[in-house]
């Protein structure tokens, strides 16, 4: 079956900080037409990062799209200093959480919300963690609650809705997975 | 800590058919200001559909954002039609796949992307499926190929790379934890 959509036109709505927004008008495979609206944002890593106590490190920020504080693991963009996936894994546990980790490890990768973004994100598990030695600095407008958690107690707040974050759920029920196994 | 960014100003960038954009002017905790771009989206649900022979059903579609085909669970925004996740679900069931589910239950709720998005997924599990009786008609430009995977083969299609959805590989990591459990 033929599922491909061709472009017969894009318009440029917007081009942000964050993101860009475009409007295509596309053919379907019936060759009826439709509009499809589409939001550009950079690639990303979240990090599931386990302390040698074995506890997930959380974040808690505002976070204005939802206008509320959420709880998440640590992530980012990647930004001009990060030649891949794993550069940026390695300043955003600095930048967020002040760690560096001797093991890091790639997950999976997946589009988070590929109905309408072509946002692109990695998950890495990092262990093996120390302080790190030079703190780099974090991005303006970045205030976080550092937060450490045993599996029991990570489950428990997916459970109660407390975590509410696909990335961090993703991440938790990973950790799960791999301690039964 | 106060977390909590004020909005000093609102601006609406864009006003579309699936997504409208907002920029703000916010002050933050330490009194500085930053500007924050929202994408607003309708709720959505996904589905984790089983079928009575144990098999996870899955739908092939081309993503526009991501110029390809991908591979995903059944999925949808909720409208004016439904009443609340539930009825989205028995909607999206009809039309996507054409079976109806004795049993529905509530998995999980999150964010997609909390960053630039107010998108909130709820992820459902859909058991005892027998056929539709009445077809409900699907949205335009809408074609999607069915497809039935074992669990092996869906945890498979996670690690090749060929399912690259985030709702989807939570789907299937779920089902896995349910399984081993």
Do not use: C
Not at 75 to 80: C, H, Q, S
Not at 122 to 148: M, S
Not at 150 to 176: C, F, N, P, R
């Amino acid at each position: 079956m033929n599922l491909e959509e061709r472009v017969l036109k894009s318009e440029s709505i917007y081009n942000g900080a964050i993101i860009s927004v475009e409007r295509e008008l596309v053919e379907l495979p019936d060759k009826q037409t439709a509009h499809r609206e589409i939001v550009h944002h950079a690639d990303a890593v979240g990090i599931l990062a386990i302390t040698n106590d074995n506890k997930i490190i959380l974040e808690k920020q505002w976070r204005e799209p939802v206008r509320k504080p959420t709880i998440e693991i640590p992530a980012g963009k990647l930004d001009r200093r990060d030649g891949n996936f794993v550069d940026a894994v390695k300043r955003e546990l600095n930048e967020e959480i002040r760690y560096e980790a001797n093991n890091v490890e790639r997950i999976t990768g997946f589009y988070s919300s590929v109905g309408f973004s072509d946002e692109y994100m990695e998950l890495y598990l990092a262990t093996d963690l120390h302080p790190v030695g030079q703190e780099l600095p974090r991005d303006k407008g970045e205030f976080l609650e550092i937060q450490e958690k045993t599996l029991e107690e990570a489950m428990a707040m997916v459970d109660s809705g407390e975590i509410e974050d696909a990335k961090t759920i993703m991440a938790i029920w990973y950790w799960q997975l791999k301690t039964i196994k």
